[in-house]
Every structure is written in structure tokens, then in C-alpha cells.
């Protein structure tokens, strides 16, 4: 790398222009830097407007997970992800579920939280109750400024007050209950939030200070269930009814234990984000909306956090499991509305509205997890994942497309799932009998 990171006018510098310069500073091949053009049906334009400092495109595998059907309807769905064994997961999972009629989903209105809070404030109880005498008027005020949402059923809905201490004394938190209807929200909350603030500081005799959307979004949830049955979770080594037993050990460790459930949670999001990456919706929001309701679940009786799903056993010893969580996702603005291809995943999806793709969530969410545990309670979690880590790791030890299959199987029947050894067998293969 040559030079100084400070670079003005940065911005102002066309994609090739910037392109040509980050080639120079870090010294990258022509090869290196051929990996940030853009691939077909990218237009450069639009990708530079959508954020800063564009040099290219950072392109994901992009998967279909197959045999969902959700409330009686069938889906494809479109899922960006780089980790192997996920979509799979989810395709099995989905079968399974099929054999018993799928997922039963639900959800709550979208609605989201906006944030406004309010320091230095003398008499907060008393403050409390003068912002909610006038609720009505801040609810019109808040909703003039969004006249397009409410026209279609959606705007401010209703206001709510906190009293939260601190390490820097008591503030009053505002939130203002916002309809979102098929966006996300973010835009038309933070604008609500921004008007209101003058307003509410008066009100409570004091200063405003913060005036954001909550990614904690309690109000806008999406519920999934379904059953796996007993007889069709028969392997090998474990009868259908030992697999219910092992995944709901598997799951009581989880909701025991925060070092389980972290991982346990995590592989709901495997699925969930990568839907949400394919839809051009924001994964961060999600995951971290996701994990903090499980953590904010758990504020009720103790623990530290709780699992997004819980499996019971019916009376006939089938798996039932169910999942709830927050999904503030949109099918209007932002990169959904933009980006070509996360257009295109939403029309493959087939959903008319936030709800029915944040339904769609939850249902992927619990065949992930599903999925996951079963294996746990199993075989174990690599031996799939693991084959598919050997297709990587002969990739990137060189093999040709007809070498793959024969390296992947010696990786697999030596235990030696490494790159190391990848490598050698490329280069066993190549040079033939001794």
C-alpha cells in the first residue's frame, strides 16, 4: 500500500476514476481489481447512487429454498448467503413440514417505534401525563407530516411515556406508535419523531434530545408454526421418537444456557437474514431487533435470553415448533425499490405485502432452526455442512469442475477436511499413477 488514506474530493471522482485509484494505493493485480466490475444487469448509476465512494459490487451466492408452502400458499424463496448447508436446511425442513400442511403464520399490524427523548425534566410523572393529554394533537401534527401513509391506513397511532433512569439521571421517553404500513418505516418515523420534539420538550420542561426510530420492534411481529412428524425423523441411527427427544434436549439446553442459545439464535438468522439480503431489506435492523427480543423476552423471569422458538411435543409425539419475532421490513423504498435483483427476488417470492414477507420470515427462521437442531440431535451439525465446505475448499485448491467430486470424496472418507490436504490431492490427481 502506498500513500495516505485522506483522499478529498473522494466522492467527487467518477467509479473507473475511483477504481483506477485504489488500484494504485493498494498495488492490486488486474486480476484483483477485475473483481469489482459490475456483473450483468447492474447498472453502475444506480449502484453509485445508492451509497458512497462506489468501486463495485460485492456479490453473494444467491439460492432458492424450495417445498415451502405457508397458510396453504407455495413459495420459492430467494435466499443471498455465503455460508454452505443453508439453503438445503431450509428446503428440508420446508418438506417435512409440508408432509403435516406447511407453516400457519400471523402477524401483527406494522407497526414501529420512534424514539424521543427528553432530558432534564423536573417533574417527570407530572410531565408524563401533560404529553399524554395531548396525545391527539401530536398525533395530528405527527401524521401531517406523512399524509400519503395515512391516506392508505397508516400514520401515527398512538403515543406512549417512559420514565427511565440512568447513569445520567431520569429521562422521559417518548414513543410515538407509528403505522408503516409496506415500507420500513425508517424515513417517515424519523421525520414524525423530528416535528414532534419541539413541541413535547415544551410540554415536559425540558430539552430534547435524541429523535430516532427503535429497531426493537415489539409491535410489528411475525408468528409461525408448524409440525414435523415423528415418523419422518427417522435416520440411521435414531428412531423418530429418540429425534423428538434429542431436539427437545437440544432446545431445553438452549433456553438454559445464553452460550447455547447465542448459537442457537444465530442459526434462525442464517436463514432470516439471507432472505432479508435478498429482498434489499436492512439484515442489521433485523438481527438486531431479532436478539434483543429475545434478550427483552427474558427481562420478564431472569434469564439473560430466551430462544426466538420453543418445541413442544403433540399427543400423537409430534415436534411442534413456533417462532415469534420482530420483522420491520418493507416492500417500498430503499433497496428493495432500487436494486435490480432484489426486485426480482420479491416478484420470485410472489408477496403483496410486509406482513406476508415478514410471515414468510418466520416461517424460514423456524425451518432453519429445525433443521439445525435435528442434525444436532443426530449426525451432528458438520457432517453436512462439511461436505459442502469440502466443495469450497477443492475450489480453492485449484480442481477443474471434473476434479471436484473425486477430491470432495477423499476429503470426506480421510476425515481430512482441509486445504492443505485439498491441495495435495489436486496435485495427486494431477500427476496420475506413480
Known amino acids: 500500500m502506498t500513500g495516505s488514506s485522506e483522499v478529498p474530493g473522494f466522492y467527487k471522482r467518477s467509479v473507473a476514476e475511483r477504481r483506477a485509484f485504489v488500484r494504485e494505493w493498494a498495488g492490486l493485480s488486474e486480476q484483483e481489481a477485475g473483481a469489482f466490475e459490475f456483473p450483468p444487469g447492474i447498472d453502475p448509476g444506480t449502484v453509485d447512487r445508492m451509497i458512497e465512494n462506489v468501486i463495485g459490487v460485492m456479490p453473494l451466492p444467491l439460492g432458492v429454498a424450495t417445498n415451502f408452502r405457508i397458510n396453504g400458499k407455495d413459495y420459492l424463496v430467494p435466499m443471498a448467503i455465503e455460508e454452505p448447508s443453508v439453503v438445503a436446511a431450509a428446503s428440508n425442513a420446508a418438506k417435512v413440514a409440508r408432509v403435516a400442511g406447511g407453516f400457519a403464520t400471523q402477524s401483527t399490524a406494522p407497526v414501529m417505534i420512534g ?56 429521562m422521559l421517553i417518548v414513543h410515538l406508535l407509528v403505522d408503516a404500513r409496506d415500507a420500513g418505516g425508517m424515513n417517515a418515523v424519523n421525520t414524525m419523531c423530528e416535528a414532534l420534539a419541539p413541541e413535547i420538550a415544551r410540554l415536559a420542561g425540558g430539552r430534547a434530545v435524541l429523535r430516532i426510530i427503535s429497531n426493537l420492534a415489539v409491535h410489528r411481529l411475525a408468528r409461525a408454526s408448524a409440525t414435523f412428524p415423528a415418523e419422518l425423523l427417522k435416520t440411521e441411527t435414531s428412531s423418530g421418537a429418540s429425534t423428538v427427544e434429542g ?39 433485523i438481527e438486531s431487533g431479532a436478539h434483543t427480543y429475545a434478550a427483552w423476552l427474558a427481562s420478564g423471569d431472569g434469564a439473560v435470553v430466551r430462544p426466538l422458538t420453543t418445541y413442544e411435543k403433540d399427543r400423537n409425539g409430534n415436534l411442534v415448533g413456533s417462532i415469534e419475532l420482530p420483522v420491520p421490513v418493507g416492500l417500498i423504498g430503499g433497496a428493495t425499490a432500487v436494486h435490480p435483483t432484489a426486485k426480482a427476488n420479491v416478484h420470485l ?58 477430491v470432495v470424496a477423499r476429503l470426506i472418507a480421510e476425515h481430512k477436511i482441509r486445504f492443505d490436504r485439498a491441495k495435495e490431492i489436486v496435485d495427486e490427481l494431477r500427476r496420475g499413477p506413480a
Not at 250 to 270: E, Q
Not at 365 to 389: K, P, V, Y
Open 349 to 406: 417470492l410472489g408477496v403483496k405485502s410486509a406482513r406476508e414477507l415478514g410471515e414468510v420470515l418466520a416461517a424460514v427462521g423456524l425451518a432453519q432452526n429445525f433443521a439445525a437442531l435435528r442434525a444436532l440431535a443426530t449426525e451432528g451439525i458438520q457432517r453436512g455442512h462439511m461436505e459442502l465446505h469440502a466443495r469450497n475448499l477443492a475450489a480453492s485448491a485449484g480442481a477443474r469442475p471434473d476434479e471436484v467430486d473425486r
Open 115 to 170: 424514539q424521543i427523548q427528553i432530558l432534564d425534566v423536573v417533574d417527570p410523572a407530572a410531565a408524563r401525563h401533560r404529553i399524554l393529554e395531548r396525545t391527539d394533537a401530536l398525533l395530528e401534527a405527527a401524521n401531517a407530516k406523512d399524509p400519503v401513509l395515512v391516506k392508505f391506513g397508516g400514520g401515527a397511532k398512538q403515543l406512549e411515556v417512559r420514565i427511565l433512569p440512568s447513569s445520567r439521571g431520569t
Open 247 to 285: 431436539i427437545l434436549d437440544a432446545y431445553a439446553f438452549a433456553a438454559a444456557d445464553p452460550f447455547r442459545c447465542a448459537t442457537h439464535n444465530k442459526g434462525i438468522m442464517n436463514g432470516i437474514s439471507s432472505v432479508v439480503l435478498a429482498t434489499g431489506n436492512d439484515f442489521r435492523a
